[in-house]
C-alpha cells in the first residue's frame, strides 16, 4: 500500500528556515517523480516543485515564488523527500503536501499535508 | 500562464446527479485530474486521463471531456461524498489546478 507521510511543520518567523519531510512507503523513491504543493489558507493549489526520478535525470523545477529560496531534495535510504525552506515569507503560509506521481500507471497519490505557519 | 475554472459550489439531494464542470485552455492538450478532499484528510484521486478511474474508487464517479471543458459527474450521489473536489492538470512543468467546488449533498 502507497502511504505518503509529511512532517516537519510549524511556526516560523519570517526570514526563517524549516525543512519538511514526505516519509514514503509501497514504493521506491529513487524511482519516482515527486512533487511538493501547497494551499495556503482559504486558498486555491499552488504547486510548488518537482524532482524526477533518477533514471530520468533526477532534475528539480520551482514554481516563481519560491525558485531560489526553496529546494526540493530526497534521502534514498531513507525513502523521503525533502523541502528546504529558506527565507520564509508570511505568503509562504500554508499545507504543505507531497505527491507521488506513478509515470507507469499514470495515477497520482498525496499525503496528509503538514501545516507551515509563517509569522512574527 | 494556465488557468482552471471552476463552479464555487454544487448542491444536489442524496440520490441526484452531481456535475463538476472544470474548464481552461490547457484542457484541449493535457488530460484532466480530479481529486476529493474531505477536511483533514489527504487529497484522493477519483478521476485521472480526463475519465479514467483508479481501483477503489465507485462507479458513480465518472469524467467527461469536451474540447477545452471536463465534467466530473457522480451519479446517485451518497451524503458520505459531500466533500471539496479540484481539477488539475500538468501545463508548462507544471501543475495547474482549478479553484475547487465544494459539493454539498444534502
Known amino acids: 500500500e502507497v502511504q505518503l507521510v509529511e512532517s516537519g511543520g510549524g511556526l516560523v518567523k519570517p526570514g526563517g528556515s524549516l525543512r519538511l519531510s514526505c516519509a514514503a512507503s509501497?514504493?521506491?523513491?529513487?524511482?519516482?517523480?515527486m512533487s511538493w504543493v501547497r494551499q495556503a489558507p482559504g486558498k486555491g493549489l499552488e504547486w510548488v516543485g518537482r524532482i524526477k526520478s533518477k533514471t530520468d535525470g533526477g532534475t528539480t523545477d520551482y514554481a516563481a515564488p519560491v525558485k531560489g529560496r526553496f529546494t526540493i531534495s530526497r534521502d534514498d535510504s531513507k525513502n523521503t523527500l525533502y523541502l528546504q525552506m529558506n527565507s520564509l515569507k508570511t505568503e509562504d503560509t500554508a499545507v504543505y503536501y507531497c505527491r507521488w506521481y506513478d509515470t507507469s500507471s499514470a495515477i497520482d497519490y498525496w499525503g496528509q499535508g503538514t501545516l507551515v505557519t509563517v509569522s512574527s | 500562464s494556465y488557468e482552471l475554472t471552476q463552479p464555487s459550489s454544487v448542491s444536489v439531494s442524496p440520490g441526484q446527479t452531481a456535475r463538476i464542470t472544470c474548464s481552461g485552455d490547457v484542457l484541449a492538450k493535457k488530460y484532466a485530474r480530479w481529486f476529493q478532499q474531505k477536511p483533514g484528510q489527504a487529497p484522493v484521486l477519483v478521476i485521472y486521463?480526463?475519465?479514467e478511474r483508479p481501483s477503489g474508487i465507485p462507479e458513480r464517479f465518472s469524467g467527461s471531456s469536451s474540447g477545452t471543458t471536463v465534467t466530473l459527474t457522480i451519479s446517485g450521489a451518497q451524503v458520505e461524498d459531500e466533500a471539496d473536489y479540484y481539477c488539475?492538470?500538468?501545463?508548462?512543468?507544471?501543475?495547474?489546478f482549478g479553484g475547487g467546488t465544494k459539493l454539498t449533498v444534502l
Open positions: 509501497g514504493f521506491t523513491l529513487s524511482n519516482a517523480w
Open positions: 486521463k480526463d475519465s
Open positions: 488539475y492538470s500538468a501545463a508548462d512543468n507544471n501543475l495547474v
